[in-house]
């Protein structure tokens, strides 16, 4: 049985997930197919973004496999856990968020974004990057700020894919730079 260390275990993450630069990657073109589908109907809009959202973790595996990477932690990596109870605590979130587009349509993206900000705070510790403080951060700002203006629903998905897009390539070049260097 591997002793594993954090360091150990955040750097095999970091190798099995190419820094995680695919998942958010992926996530911030669902949440850019949300911010379209939603100029013609918000309720449409979060189907999307709940569809598409179940798809984040298997097709950024597959662009991680793609990019010559794993596209999965080893076996055996404590960290994997975290990954998971994350994950329990972002479906409830998102139901909350559910409840919430039940009285404001405009609210549940801006709900998302916290719930996503807030998902994103627990990679620092999954990979020993302080960027994705930095990325949930901003998340919770824009949808904290969002709902509060009450801002239309296509602004908040929006926010969520430009966010996204942005940190995906900035994290994918931070990985690319860290693998030469």
Same mark, same amino acid.
């Given at each position: 049985?591997? /002793? ?11 190798? +099995? &997930?190419?820094? +995680? ?12 197919? *949300?911010?379209?589908? #939603?100029?013609? #109907?918000? #309720? ?12 984040? /973790? ?5 662009? =991680?496999? @793609?990019?010559?990477? =794993?596209?999965? /932690? *080893?076996? +055996? ?6 990954? !998971? ?25 801006? %709900? ?14 999954? &990979? ?16 904290? $700020? !969002?709902?509060?203006?009450? %801002?239309?629903? $296509?602004?908040?998905?929006?926010? @969520?894919? #430009? ?9 994918? @070049?931070?990985?690319?730079?860290? %693998? $030469?260097?």
């Amino acid at each position: 049985m591997q /002793h594993w260390t954090m360091v150990d275990a955040q750097a095999d993450m970091r190798r +099995g &997930y190419f820094d +995680g630069a695919p998942g958010v990657a992926v996530s911030g073109l669902v949440w850019g197919i *949300a911010a379209v589908i #939603s100029i013609r #109907s918000a #309720s449409a809009a979060v189907l999307a973004l709940l569809i598409g959202g179940a798809a984040i /973790h298997p097709v950024g595996m597959l662009l =991680a496999k @793609g990019l010559g990477r =794993a596209g999965a /932690h *080893a076996r +055996g990596n404590p960290l994997g856990r975290l990954a !998971l109870e994350g994950t329990a605590w972002m479906l409830a979130g998102i139901v909350i968020a559910l409840g919430l587009q039940l009285l404001r349509a405009e609210w549940f993206f801006p %709900a998302m974004l916290l719930v996503i900000g807030g998902r994103y705070l627990t990679f620092q510790t999954l &990979y020993g990057l302080r960027i994705f403080w930095l990325l949930g951060a901003i998340l919770a700002i824009a949808g904290l $700020s !969002l709902g509060l203006a009450r %801002a239309p629903v $296509s602004l908040g998905a929006l926010a @969520g894919a #430009s966010i996204e897009i942005v940190f995906a390539l900035v994290i994918f @070049g931070q990985a690319r730079r860290a %693998a $030469s260097g």
